[in-house]
């Protein structure tokens, strides 16, 4: 699903006040990485990420192989850090109202 920009914006400002639920660390992008954010983004739908520095990979990096995986939009990368979205399908939690 692509973004517009007013959509961007909005996830951007939820995002802000996120922590990071998933760190990607020395041994870089694994299964169990991956295990980890779509849980998350099934659970929360929007989850902000950061990358380690023992990382060889840089959070752009980090962030577009992550979201091409578990086919997830790219919100915002900044620093080490970067934001991901991705409407879940389960049916017991509050979902984000896109504009």
Do not use: W
Not at 70 to 95: M, N, P, W
Request: glycine share 6%.
């Amino acid at each position: 699903m692509a973004l517009n920009g007013k959509q961007v914006r909005h996830l951007r400002s939820l995002a802000h006040h996120l922590n990071p639920v998933v760190f990607v660390g020395k041994a870089d992008i694994t299964d169990a990485v991956i295990k980890q954010v779509e849980d998350a983004l099934e659970a929360h739908e929007l989850i902000k990420c950061g990358v380690q520095d023992g990382s060889d990979l840089s959070a752009q990096e980090a962030a577009v192989e992550i979201a091409e995986r578990c086919d997830a939009d790219i919100v915002q990368v900044i620093g080490h850090r970067f934001s991901l979205y991705r409407t879940s399908q389960k049916k017991d939690i509050e979902h984000i109202q896109l504009p």
